[in-house]
Every structure is written in structure tokens, then in C-alpha cells.
């Protein structure tokens, strides 16, 4: 069994380490046995699924964001919509959680398009707002799994969601736009989230969900061994107490 994982953007897109979440994905499947290829798909380079992929697309800034909104308007965006309507594993994070919308309108009012892959957009801050910067903590429930997660959001543009059913509430922190206590998106199996740190490596269990789901479209019967998480509790706890002290 083999899992590529395609990571969008790996040289523009990697604010605050995203590119663990590449790794953390890769160490959880193959402790268990399932090579991985990591394959980097960069601009004007084509998605090349193979049946067993996960989609990692990292946070970057309005300037990477700007040569980016014009890469994914032809053929990549479209594919990224077809793989997301059918079930593909897609993880955006911030800066590509953004560009996942609709649109994002940035600090300097250009209003980027999106890939529409999820009903929502994102704004501007307004000149006397600030950037929404700190440690969060989201509980969510995914399908039958409820859990926490941890990570580190730092941006100026608030997110608003039409019909994209949130990936979380804000537990402590800011999320898509500080005001209506949701955090991310999600659709299907397509994520969008503030939260970076990288996120995976803190939040174990949502990267075994992602590994999980990623396989189960192939084999529906498909379950992860557990391994042992004491580093990577330690890691959540100690900041998620915090946050919730
Ligand atoms: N951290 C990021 O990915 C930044 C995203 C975006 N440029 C913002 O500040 O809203």
C-alpha cells in the first residue's frame, strides 16, 4: 500500500513549520507500515493523484497568496474541486485555507479568487482591527470522533462561512474571525483551519483521521493501529491546559 501525499506549494506556503504536518503524516503511515511518497506540486506543475493521496496546501502570505490565486484559477483548481466533490483528503491551512473560499480580499483590498472549494470568503481586517495572533484550542466532532485540537493562528483576513459547516468551535482563541466562535471549515473530507504549529504533529488523532479516511476510499474496512502518543500529548496538554486554565 502506497500514500502519496501531495504537498501544494511547498516552497511559497510553510509560515510557522506547516510543512510538519507533511512529515507527522508520513512518520504516523509508515510507523504502520504504508510507504509514502511525498510528491511537491509547484506552480504550473499538475495534480497527479493515485487513488491514495492526501492534499496538504500550508499558510503563506498575501504576496505568495497573489501568485498563487492565478495558479489555481485553470486546470489545478478545477481538479482540486472534482478531487474534493469526490471524497479526497484535503488540508488547508491558513494562508491555503483562504484561497480554498471563495475569494480573499487582502490588507490591501485585492480581491483574490478562490478555488470554491468551500462556501465561504474572506475579508480584509478593517484598518482599527488587529491581527488575530496566539495559541487556540477548538473542539470538534468528526463524524463519530469527538476531540481537541491545539495549534497557533497569526492573521489579519476574517473568514466568514456561508453553507461550509465549521471544523470547530473556539474553545480559547480567535479562529475564522474572532467574533462568531467557529474555527475552519469543512467539507467532506476537505479541511480548512487558522491553526498552525504545525498542527498534525500536536494533534495526533486528526492526523490518524486524516491517514484513515485517505485509505478507507479504497478499503472500507481499514483501521490504524494506536501507537504510542505520550510526546505527542505531552506537546498537547502542555498548551492546551494552559488555554484552558
Ligand atoms: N498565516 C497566514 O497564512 C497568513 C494568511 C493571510 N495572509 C492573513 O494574514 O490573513
Known amino acids: 500500500m502506497k500514500l502519496t501525499v501531495h504537498h501544494?506549494?511547498?516552497?511559497?506556503?510553510?509560515?510557522?513549520?506547516?510543512?510538519?504536518?507533511?512529515?507527522?503524516?508520513?512518520?504516523?503511515?509508515?510507523?504502520?507500515?504504508?510507504?509514502?511518497?511525498?510528491?511537491?506540486?509547484?506552480?504550473?506543475?499538475?495534480?497527479?493523484p493515485t487513488g491514495l493521496d492526501v492534499f496538504l496546501f500550508g499558510g503563506g502570505q498575501d504576496r505568495e497568496q497573489a501568485l498563487l490565486a492565478e495558479d489555481l484559477s485553470g486546470s489545478k483548481g478545477r481538479d482540486l474541486r472534482s478531487l474534493s466533490e469526490e471524497g479526497a483528503v484535503i488540508l488547508g491551512v491558513c494562508g491555503g485555507y483562504q484561497l480554498m473560499g471563495h475569494h480573499y480580499e487582502t490588507a490591501t483590498g485585492e480581491k483574490l479568487p478562490g478555488v470554491g472549494l468551500m462556501d465561504l470568503h474572506t475579508e480584509p481586517r478593517k484598518p482599527d482591527e488587529p491581527r488575530l495572533i496566539g495559541n487556540v484550542l477548538v473542539s470538534v466532532e468528526l463524524d463519530e470522533k469527538r476531540g481537541e485540537l491545539v495549534g497557533f493562528e497569526n492573521h489579519g483576513g476574517r473568514t466568514r462561512l456561508g453553507t461550509a459547516e465549521p471544523l470547530g468551535r473556539v474553545v480559547s482563541g480567535f479562529g475564522?474571525?474572532?467574533?462568531?466562535?467557529?474555527?475552519?471549515?469543512?467539507?467532506?473530507?476537505?479541511?480548512?483551519?487558522?491553526?498552525?504549529?504545525?498542527?498534525?504533529?500536536?494533534?495526533?488523532?486528526?492526523?490518524?483521521?486524516?491517514?484513515?479516511t485517505a485509505v478507507r476510499r479504497k478499503d472500507d474496512s481499514f483501521r490504524l493501529e494506536p501507537l504510542d502518543d505520550t510526546t505527542e500529548v505531552y506537546a498537547f496538554d502542555s498548551i492546551a491546559s494552559r488555554l484552558r486554565a
Do not use: Q
Open 8 to 48: 501544494l506549494y511547498a516552497d511559497m506556503m510553510n509560515l510557522y513549520g506547516d510543512r510538519g504536518n507533511v512529515i507527522s503524516i508520513k512518520k504516523r503511515a509508515e510507523w504502520r507500515g504504508i510507504s509514502v511518497e511525498v510528491v511537491d506540486v509547484g506552480l504550473g506543475e499538475s495534480l497527479r
Open 176 to 212: 475564522n474571525n474572532g467574533e462568531d466562535g467557529t474555527e475552519g471549515a469543512r467539507k467532506l473530507n476537505t479541511f480548512g483551519t487558522y491553526l498552525h504549529g504545525s498542527l498534525l504533529p500536536k494533534n495526533p488523532w486528526f492526523t490518524d483521521h486524516l491517514i484513515e
